[in-house]
């Protein structure tokens, strides 16, 4: 995955989201993944003079797959029906096993993409397909500008060219890890500070 050449400002509100409120999205949560964070720490490390990154705590460390919806359009008595539509999708999925090694400049963030690619797409269409029975897909929330394939390391708080994050990711010496997970979380998410934060809703495990 290429570097890009520019980097934006993360920390500004996307449509429809204000200071308290919440939507309900599907991620898969990292935090007790012991290589994991020992490979983020090495990276975060070398980031902690960069200025104008925001580095992510480790225990928000995540991808997201899919959002569902904002909670005060949601009535709570559908997570049920969400959490029934996504077992059935999933049923034939495994645990997933993803590599991690070399981090990239996105145009917002400093991220470690995971591997394969493929695996993380066909994830988010069967839950994409499973949200679309409960919520109609006419409700869905919009495609993102970029789908999250991939775990943040810092977000970007300023404008400007990347060079300086290229290339203190290029000379940093990282040991690369593979994390594991047999679950998909649906969550309860909240964009007040710098960082994704939220409370977990439900699992689902992957291939029962």
């Not at 969550?187 to 495990?205: G, I, K, Y």
Request: hydrophobic share 40%; aromatic share 8%; glycine share 6%.
């Amino acid at each position: 995955m290429p570097h890009a050449d520019q980097v934006r400002n993360h920390t500004r509100w996307r449509p429809g989201w204000h200071s308290g409120r919440t939507s309900y999205a599907w991620l898969l949560p990292f935090a007790d993944q012991p290589g994991l964070r020992h490979l983020v720490n090495q990276y975060q490390y070398a980031l902690r003079d960069l200025p104008g990154f925001d580095l992510v705590p480790l225990e928000w460390m995540h991808i997201l797959v899919q959002e569902v919806g904002f909670t005060d359009e949601i009535p709570e008595q559908r997570l049920d029906e969400l959490t029934t539509a996504a077992r059935q999708r999933l049923s034939g999925f495994g645990p997933l096993a993803l590599a991690f090694h070399r981090a990239v400049v996105l145009p917002e963030s400093l991220s470690l993409p995971a591997e394969p690619q493929t695996t993380l797409v066909e994830l988010r269409t069967a839950l994409r397909e499973a949200t679309a029975e409960v919520v109609g897909a006419k409700q869905l929330p919009g495609e993102p500008e970029e789908v999250d394939r991939h775990i943040s390391l810092a977000f970007s708080t300023t404008e400007g060219p990347a060079i300086f994050a290229v290339a203190t990711l290029s000379s940093t010496d990282v040991d690369p890890t593979t994390a594991k997970t047999g679950s998909v979380s649906l969550v309860r998410l909240s964009r007040d500070h710098s960082c994704s934060e939220w409370e977990t809703v439900a699992q689902v495990p992957l291939g029962a």
